[in-house]
């Protein structure tokens, strides 16, 4: 059952243009969200999270919002520059003791190319 | 600051050899450990985790199985590959303070089981 998922599996935006990536999640007991970087036979990078009692965060270039109502977050690139070509996975967690405490689902990712 | 290392970085094994991959994670104490996989094309899929020394938790029925002898130390291990074994294997730490916490990745290990 797949309860994150990044539904474009890939994307293409021009050098300086913003990158808008997008995640949908089903169970409504997740409760803190993030973003990783990830380059071919490399290990994810961390970008970014947010808790949900918030509605954005933004860190530099990137910004992600979350939309409780319609299960969704995104992530903004402002201004998209070649190094951002990756692969970006979103991930979601719950924060219940016992087994669900601290692990994270993944979205299956999106490859996003940045041209010149 | 804390630094995760694994290896060997690249592996190839023939079916029904074991497996031994080895994770270990420096400038932290008591970490929860992770073992990921990610398959060609596909999502990370939670393996094993690990909240403290000799505790581990399945997340899915396998032919692998993880152990942690020392407290920042992750193994996962086989007895003997299966072709579907192949992939690429992450291991994870996160501080185990917090409710909600980032994990943080090591460099992989690529498995080809031919």
């Known amino acids: 059952d797949q309860q994150v998922k990044q539904n474009s599996p890939s994307l293409s935006v021009q050098e300086g243009r913003i990158s808008i990536l997008n995640c949908d999640y089903t169970?409504?007991?997740?409760?803190?969200f993030l973003w990783y970087k990830k380059y071919p036979a490399e290990g994810p990078t961390f970008l970014i999270s947010i808790s949900s009692i918030k509605d954005k965060n933004e860190d530099g270039r990137f910004t992600v919002f979350l939309n409780k109502s319609a299960k969704h977050l995104s992530l903004h690139i402002v201004p998209s520059q070649p190094g951002d070509s990756a692969v970006y996975f979103c991930?979601?967690?719950?924060?219940?003791?016992?087994?669900?405490?601290?692990?994270?689902?993944f979205g299956a990712g999106t490859q996003v190319v940045v041209t010149p | 600051s804390q630094t995760i290392h694994q290896w060997p970085a690249t592996l190839v094994q023939p079916v029904g050899s074991p497996l031994s991959l080895e994770c270990t994670v420096e400038g932290t104490s008591n970490p929860n450990l992770y073992w990921y996989r990610q398959a060609a094309g596909r999502g990370l899929q939670l393996l094993f985790y690990s909240v403290g020394i000799g505790q581990i938790s399945s997340e899915v029925p396998q032919n692998l199985s993880a152990s942690r002898p020392q407290d920042r130390q992750f193994i996962l291990s086989s007895k003997k590959l299966l072709l579907s074994d192949s992939g690429f294997y992450l291991c994870a730490w996160s501080p185990g303070h917090y409710r909600q916490e980032t994990q943080y990745f090591g460099p992989g290990t690529r498995l080809l089981v031919l």
């Open positions: 169970n409504s007991m997740f409760d803190y």
């Open positions: 991930a979601a967690s719950w924060g219940l003791q016992g087994d669900s405490w601290g692990k994270l689902q």
